[in-house]
């Protein structure tokens, strides 16, 4: 039981994320650079996302969107005008995936440098589970409850790991695959160096003789 309370304990604070506030400053729309957070994830990772804009300044509209880079750049959710929003959902690809946040400023406000304060915080796998609506819906006691919770992040831990393992395989085989092109190209150009040299004496052979000078 000791163990188990450790290990609980250790994967509680691997899997926590920690909050990130900043300062986003507001530009007229269309001309506004946007602030983006990324974090790689693999495909089929259940995630969270919250998202607080904090009491500020009047004519100020934040924006948000959620997307990853991956070649299909699948959209994970989108909102405007937002003061509070929580996203869920489950990665379609190994990929970055960016949330980007954008202040547009109201007409008639001027540009003076005003700025609103974010509130955001991304969870996943285990932590991105609402263990609150499992709990109600599988009337779980609070210990099974911890030990779900402690299975999902093992199993997140396992994911992740044979991930990593089949990616390690991925480039050791690329790499082994590019060594032999190297070696086939190598003894190429060996073969060709060795095929001029060759036809260089025999042609000067040939032109001496023709010149009589041998």
């Not at 607080?52 to 997307?67: C, R, T």
């Not at 909102?79 to 489950?90: A, G, S, T, W, Y």
Request: hydrophobic residues 45%.
């Amino acid at each position: 039981m000791k163990a188990l309370f450790l290990i609980s304990i250790l994967l509680a604070f691997a899997a926590t994320a920690a909050a990130i506030e900043f300062d986003l400053p507001a530009s007229v729309e269309g001309t506004g650079a946007r602030r983006c957070l990324s974090q790689w994830l693999p495909k089929g990772t259940h995630s969270k996302v919250n998202a607080k804009v904090l009491p500020g300044f009047p004519g100020q509209k934040v924006s948000v969107e959620i997307h990853d880079d991956s070649p299909h750049l699948n959209q994970y959710g989108a909102r405007k005008h937002m003061d509070e929003v929580l996203f869920r959902f489950d990665t379609q690809a190994h990929a970055n995936v960016i949330v980007c946040f954008q202040n547009i400023l109201e007409p008639g406000y001027p540009a003076d440098g005003r700025a609103l304060t974010i509130q955001f915080k991304m969870d996943t796998g285990a932590m991105a589970e609402d263990f609150h609506r499992v709990q109600e819906e599988e009337k779980l006691k609070p210990m099974e409850l911890e030990l779900r919770r402690l299975s999902m992040s093992l199993d997140d831990i396992q994911d992740e790991l044979q991930y990593l393992k089949q990616r390690e395989g991925t480039l050791r085989d690329a790499n082994e695959h590019m060594n032999s092109r190297v070696k086939t190209f190598s003894f190429f150009s060996i073969a060709v160096l060795i095929s001029v040299a060759v036809y260089q004496v025999f042609y000067l052979r040939h032109f001496f003789q023709q010149k009589k000078l041998i």
